[in-house]
């Protein structure tokens, strides 16, 4: 019998998706925003500690709960570990755990150091597990290529944004070239994907912005390794600056597709761009990025008040936890 219909009948607890942990991801992005605009603006820093503390509280809550999954459903695990889709989502996991360190690592810098250490080696396991099924698979196709998959490879550029503070800048280095090849490699079969086959299904849509985040997290990633506003630097902003120009142009697009939990996908490209403009402020001297970094801090900051209540909601309809 297979993992599908055995978990049939069962509670939503078997239907739990583990893509429901990148909601971390895009709280702990906000909260990290902010609390560059407390740094660059002088914004009261109970803004940012309080988005960060509730980042932290559903984290714990949604692992919680994953953790309950495996132990009665394991099965239902094991089909969503084997899903040409859905297995993107795991590194979430690892890379909320580096963005944790990252907003608490002036705060409680020796609980940063250990949940960057754990996001760290959790990133590299999934990188090397994930990449090792594409490369001997036998059920993935073209049609399941989608921004998400940018997340089990380009996740290893979140090790060396705090990484310099508990490690060796050689290894930031690695887990940096890690990301950046890939994420090239990666990209030309997604834009070929997009361009010369079927759309992207309605409910993965909100995947499409995930093509912000890695030139945006690529360039904070190499501002921590290199501090020079070099030519590299600028290329990774500007490209990340390019990209949210042409999503920002197809936003009418995005909202006509409704609400799925995929729309989670929105947030913390968003976070990370607008991280990256308080960065380009500050580094560049230019008042324009932080002028930018502002509008994009209202726009993110919207945009997560408006998934939490969607979701909120569809939890209450019981939507959520369902079989597809």
Known sequence: MSAEHSSQGAGSLAHFPVSLVSSVMGLTGLAIAWQKAHQALGVPAAVWIGIASLASTVFAFLISVYALKFLRYPEAVRAEWRHPVRVSFFPTVSISLMLLATVWVETVPGVSRILWGAGAAMQLAFTLSILSSWMFHTHYDIKHANPAWFIPVVGNLFVPIVGGRFASPELGWFFFSIGIV???????????????????????????FILLAPPAVGFLAYGSLVPELDTPARVLYYVALFMALLLGCNAPRFVRGGFFISAWAYSFPLAAMTIASFAMARRSGAVFFLGLAGVLLAVVSAVVLILIVKTLGAARRKAICVPE
Do not use: D, G, N, S
């Open 182 to 208: 890939f994420w090239l490699v990666l990209m030309i079969i997604i834009f070929y994907r997009v361009f010369f086959h079927e759309p992207v299904p309605m409910r993965l849509q909100p995947t499409l």
